[in-house]
């Protein structure tokens, strides 16, 4: 199937930190826009205010209600005293227009055949008239006019670096990431042991890189344990099914060496031995996808030794002691029921002539036999799979090698634990504690 591929992350980090930044400066030019002309009018209200307290205090020191002659004539000026809703003197560009305010305050006002527009502040004097000073605001519209091109230029060249800018440090800052995804592209099945570099640098890639290192530790031990599985097992069923073919060779060309019934019994002794191999390698591969689950139903772990001790003492000749607790867990009855029978197994096969069975509350399982014991080297080891010692675990003793490893796959998976120990009689003590 065809790769499929879309924006890059570098592109998308890009475009994503250039757009907020466009729309954060041009909400940030609209609003400075927008205060500066507030500040401007501020002004030039404040200074027509200013103008109108100053005619007004005039006018009440002189008591002379007309206005001067540099008054008359001012520039993007407009001056009226009112008094009683009559303008009683005006400059000459308002004289012969109404009263522009009729009480104090300020507002914007539009001059008839004039494009422009006036701000005013009206003042009462002491003496009753109201003077009307009005500023031109042509002066803040062209400031605007002159702020806004330069705030409409500057945003996309400020976007434009910022793009820029983010371009050239994403690149940089992904290049050891593509230097990554190319080195776990070369990684396949048979360069497993390839690792990543920078794994050792304090940052946030170099715990990237460790983390894909630790993954391709697990992977590799994982391809090993699956390798030597697979080459034990293979040589483990490569044994009965060779003697099956021994025996099945022997009775068709020499027909009176064997009788019927011994080949009858080979071949059960054989198949029986090809099947515990077979199951036991199912248990083991349940284990490793992790679907080994114990099923939360009640089990009498007595009952399970009671029957065990039973079996062993019918079909044996060993000496067989039972101490025996009640006890009941939450669990699966037959996987602890084969957690039982193959440590019982496990100790008639290498016992001399005893087997001891335990059970204490809450669930504690001990399994003793009288045997020739297991070195303290070896207690961790046996639980490794088709691992045999050379007295304790011989492969003529019936053992496929796989037991000890289901036991321990088996308990794990109910939240307990097993360990071998010396016994009390002599030989080696399997304790299993389940919670």
Known sequence: MAERRGASIRLRITTIASAVVAVVLVLGAVLFVLVMRAALVDGVRTAAGNDASAIAERIHDSKDFSLTESELDAEDQLIQLVRDGAVIAASEDVEELGPLAVREGSATVSVPDEDRQYLVAAEESRDDVLVVVGHDLSDVDESIAAIVPLVAVSIPVLVALLAITTWIVV??????????????????????????????????????????????????????????????ASHELKSPLASLRQYAEVARSYPDRMTAAELTEAIDDEGGRLERIVRGMLVLARADEGSLRKAARPVDLDDLLLQEAQRLKTSTALTVDAAIEPARIEGDAELLAQVVRNLVDNAARHARGRVSLSLTSPGVIMVDDDGPGIPQPDRERIFERFVRLDDARARDAGGSGLGLAIVREIVGAHGGTVVASESPLGGARFTVTLS
């Open 171 to 232: 690149g940089r800052a992904l290049r050891p990431v593509e230097r990554m995804r190319v080195e776990v592209d070369e990684v396949t099945a048979n360069r497993l042991d390839h690792r990543i570099a920078g794994a050792d640098a304090p940052d946030e890639l170099g715990r990237l890189a460790a983390t894909m290192n630790r993954m391709l530790d697990r992977l590799d031990d994982s391809q090993r344990t699956q390798r030597r599985f697979i080459s034990d």
